[in-house]
């Protein structure tokens, strides 16, 4: 359930990271805000979190009425000052430094002085974002995985000047949603970026190379190391120009490294628009099957 210090939590962004996060949110007792930039993005993700919810519901995890009690916690609007009394804001926009820094210097302007903010980024530094604000001592990384209502870690991130009593709040507020905690610097990728998608893009110089096809490629992986899905399908399933972000923030932040140099074929790929399921075509043609 929500903790003292926490009560009410703003969530920037009604996608699929950001209604994740409502939903959880929502779950453990937190009175929600979600907010976008247009009521039919709002309509979009307040329809998937109906649908999770549901299932959910129908697996017997919860309640009817924890589902309904859940939804009736949830506000939305498209201007920030939804988020005006919020104790926490979770910003979950696209992964772009000036979105983000733009988003941070506007809903500091908004909450009030002892409101945390905290960054869904997956690879951004978190003392960048932090110096666009007032208040660089409260604010945090709260790197949440995708699906937020399935997998259960959450990374922490705190920058430079974050407190240590924002960290141990943010913590208290993230494992009351049931998740897992894990504290990593503010080093490009953190934790399981840093590992992860260069394990995606090795795989996809292996498909450059010809070493395998992609299922090939993607069989082997999982079968030669016990996981439920290959890297190149869950690169699809990340999205691939999400994958090529992360891969140059990680290539400029580490001083060019060339272990981090993102694979020619994958930034092709997101060229053509070739991004993932949703999109008809990644590693994968889906529009095939």
């Not at 080093?187 to 395998?212: D, H, K, Q, T």
Request: with cysteine.
């Amino acid at each position: 359930m929500a903790t003292a210090g926490i009560q009410h939590v703003g969530v920037i962004g009604a996608g699929q990271m950001g209604n994740g996060i409502a939903h959880v949110a929502a779950l453990a007792g937190y009175t929600v805000t979600l907010s976008d930039i247009s009521d039919a993005a709002i309509e979009k993700g307040l329809g998937t979190i109906q649908a999770n919810l549901a299932r959910m519901v129908k697996k017997e995890k919860i309640s009817q009425a924890d589902a309904d009690t859940a939804l009736g916690r949830i506000t939305t609007g498209t201007d920030l000052q939804v988020h005006a009394s919020a104790d926490l804001v979770v910003e979950a926009a696209t992964e772009n430094p000036e979105i983000k820094f733009q988003l941070f210097r506007a809903i500091d302007a908004v909450v009030g002085p002892d409101c945390i903010l905290a960054s869904n980024t997956s690879s951004i530094s978190i003392t960048a974002i932090a110096a666009q604000t007032s208040r660089p001592n409260r604010v945090i990384g709260m790197h949440f995985m995708n699906p937020v209502p399935i997998m259960k870690l959450v990374e922490l991130i705190p920058g430079l000047a974050t407190d240590d009593s924002v960290f141990k709040a943010v913590e208290a507020c993230a494992q009351s949603m049931g998740k897992s905690t894990v504290a990593a610097r503010d080093m490009p990728g953190f934790i399981v970026n840093r590992v992860l998608m260069p394990y995606i893009n090795e795989a996809a110089y292996a498909l450059y190379e010809g070493i395998g096809s992609v299922e090939d490629i993607d069989l082997a992986m999982k079968l030669g190391t016990n996981v439920p899905m290959g890297p190149l399908q869950l690169g699809d399933f990340i999205g691939l120009d999400t994958c090529l972000a992360i891969m140059e923030v990680l290539h400029e932040g580490l001083g060019g490294d060339s272990k981090y140099r993102p694979c020619p074929l994958l930034r092709k790929y997101v060229e053509a628009g070739w991004l993932e399921r949703k999109s008809g075509r990644g590693f994968y043609n889906y529009g095939e099957k």
